[in-house]
């Protein structure tokens, strides 16, 4: 697909096609590829990775999987359209989803916790654990669902299917520094903003590996490209800075990302991250400066970034591309920065 192509996608928000091949198990650049018909992978003796195949796409969007003594547990739960294929990972992992305890959620986006009332109305012991600032919006979804109809239109049922509320007696509030048992681990809460005002991120101080969220990026499976989340309202490249100063201090040896699977090399992945967020925001106070369209900006970007992502495939890969604005639009990351500059930093905008 076209620069020229995705920015028509862009101004209509449809979704590019699901990729024809399913990736092959293995290796690649240290990262683990997961094929559509292993929908759980195992990365440790008590841990899956599970993919939701979000638009029967492999490899786009993760839930983790933790068994043990504290009670079986997912981080994250995807999308509310892919719960069947959630379910399915659960059971592929060799596990009963009716004896989940947990539901630990990084931040309220719909990738992220939108299938978390329909599984709570289905999974008897489920709790659902959350930052303060987006429980109330699990309690009662219909402000977030209004904002994302506002932006879906006829698609929101399709990519993010219904939205069920959390009763509040199986919602746990989380604040920074707590501690949740889960499985076989102990996981502290961190409170992580930039990406979003909701964001924890689930540090095992033991493993020595962070349950990352969005706050750590997107990196793709075979992939060393860390692409930068920056949808609206919340995108704070400050906040976000010091959420990245403090995953850093923390000596992790692994992020398991969310879009999609584990990254080893987290000081250099970290870094990539924090130097292209500031590298994109420069680009779009250029174009907001010049009077760009969101479409137009979004278009900078993807000529912006594409090369980069293919050479970071070795080659031509459009179906890689095609996955990761599946994971985090470039229409939505220019919506972000417009959003961020004119709340934040106004007087950028009115600088020659």
């Known amino acids: 697909m076209s620069a020229c192509e995705r920015r028509r996608s862009w101004a209509t928000m449809t979704v590019p096609r699901p990729a024809r091949a399913a990736c092959a198990a293995g290796q690649a650049k240290g990262r683990l590829i997961v094929a559509a018909d292993m929908p759980a992978s195992q990365l440790a003796d008590d841990l899956w990775l599970l993919d939701t195949l979000f638009q029967g796409e492999p490899g786009v969007i993760a839930s983790y999987l933790l068994a043990g003594p504290h009670g079986l547990a997912l981080v994250d739960v995807g999308s509310g359209a892919t719960v069947e294929n959630l379910l399915t990972a659960v059971r592929a992992s060799g596990h009963e989803p009716a004896a989940i305890e947990h539901l630990l959620i990084t931040h309220v986006h719909l990738d992220h916790a939108g299938a978390a009332g329909a599984l709570v109305r289905r999974l008897p012991q489920a709790r659902v654990y959350v930052h303060r600032i987006g429980a109330p919006h699990l309690l009662n979804p219909e402000k977030l669902v209004s904002s994302a109809q506002r932006i879906y239109g006829q698609r929101m049922r399709e990519l993010w299917g219904a939205i069920e ?126 009077g760009r369209s969101d479409v137009e900006l979004a278009g900078i970007l993807a000529e912006h970034a594409d090369g980069a992502v293919l050479a970071s495939t070795g080659g031509e890969d459009g179906e890689t591309l095609e996955r990761y604005e599946l994971a985090s639009n470039y229409l939505m990351s220019a919506q972000g920065y417009q959003r961020y500059y004119r709340k934040h930093h106004p007087e950028l905008l009115a600088s020659a």
């Open 165 to 290: 509320p959390v009763p509040s007696e199986r919602l746990v509030v989380l604040e920074d520094g707590d501690d949740v048992r889960v499985g076989a681990r102990r996981l502290r809460a961190l409170y992580t903003p930039g990406h979003a005002v909701h964001h924890v991120a689930l540090h095992d101080e033991e493993a020595r590996v962070i349950f990352a969220g969005d706050v750590a990026g997107v990196r793709l499976q075979g992939n060393d490209f860390v692409r930068p989340p920056t949808p609206p309202p919340d995108l704070d490249l400050e906040a976000w800075t010091a959420s990245l100063d403090r995953l850093a201090t923390l000596d992790a040896r692994a992020l398991y990302l969310p879009h999609f699977g584990p990254a080893g090399d987290v000081a250099r992945h970290l870094a990539d991250l924090r130097s292209r967020l500031f590298e994109w925001g420069d680009l779009m106070l250029a174009g907001m400066r010049a």
